[in-house]
């Protein structure tokens, strides 16, 4: 053997020495780093975030114009956060309050009455047939690939429920399974199910921006660390292509985020808070937990809020109340707006208020219809993208 051949050797083997030490580092870090987040108790980060927590700390207002037909961008303002209301502003009730016309009284029908099924009397396997088929399309519906970044782990051995864990993650996680039955149902700690694959979600974007590559590279280190401890393999998305979907995800999301105030200013004197309290709910609002009062839909759907314009606790009187409407997460967001801005136009009219926009400037029938139409505009784009005002999607990209 030569010299040249000898110092080939030694070199070649040195590289091959060197990749190995390498590679084993790297992964003693990834695992190090993973179980540092799985030590951490994640919090939900659609329970647990603040209300007014928004996209980069705004949300956008539209503001009315009074040509219709120059239709300009809505400016960015801070969101109102309805403020909690003082239980000693009750008051006995004015008899003398004038009502609001009929129409004011009337629900919006958001949501079509369902017709009446017809009676019948299913025999046992086909009443589990549906259960099972409504559980699996629900569980299938947790998970969208044009919004989430879904891992898919298949395991050797059939695992238990209770041994996945929290992965961890600075965004919405969901994780569906595979039962032993075949049928795909959302996994909970407390099931006793067990599952041949996993589906691990993480969402690509919400209201405090797209996903990052750091947050991207801790939730697949923690998927992954939990694929090898059961020995079961794991299939990813391609990350580059989830990342820049994720990115324009978010800015289409940051160009419909919405949100609407109509504000009621006092004239003369402040407004007293048992007339309007009277107002609205014989308008159909009725007081939350937040203090605000609520205008909701049949299933309990809040589409718009009134509360004091100051987010100060509402009190005996108020100079400003303000109505706020959350475009992108109310369907039928058109006929609610409608209802909004009558409801309105008879509170500023019944309590001797001025109705105007965030600038102090009037509105008017004609300003009004303008941000109907540009409404109009923003809910065809919400479709056009597939993500339905108010929809599942809708709710979780606008949380």
Partial sequence: MTDLQLGSLIVGGAIVAAVYAFNWWQEYRYRREAGKAFARNQPDVLMDAPKNVVRQGESLRVEPQMDAA??????KEPRL??????DDAALPDDDDIPPLPPAMAARVAVEPPRAPAAPRTPTTTTAQSEVDGDREELASSLLDPALDFVAEIHAGEPVVAGEVPPFPAAKRVQVIGRTLQDHWELVQSTSRSRYTELRVGLQLADRQGPVTPEQLNAFTMGVQQFADSIEASVSYPQ????LAAAQDLDEFCASVDVLIGLNILAVDRPFPL???RLLAEQAGMVRGGDGAFHYRSDSGKTLFTLANQDQTPLGMTS?????????PRVAGGLAVFDHLSEFALNLSASVGGNLV??????????SIASISKQLAGIYARMDDRGIAPGSMAALRLFA
Avoid at 357 to 366: A, E
């Fill in 319 to 327: 100079t400003a109340l303000t109505l706020l409407f959350d475009v």
């Fill in 274 to 276: 048992e007339k309007v």
């Fill in 357 to 366: 926009d965030d600038n102090g400037k009037p509105l008017t029938q004609s």
């Fill in 239 to 242: 990350r580059s292509a989830k």
């Fill in 70 to 75: 120059h239709e300009a961008a809505p400016r």
């Fill in 81 to 86: 956060q309805p403020a909690a209301f003082n």
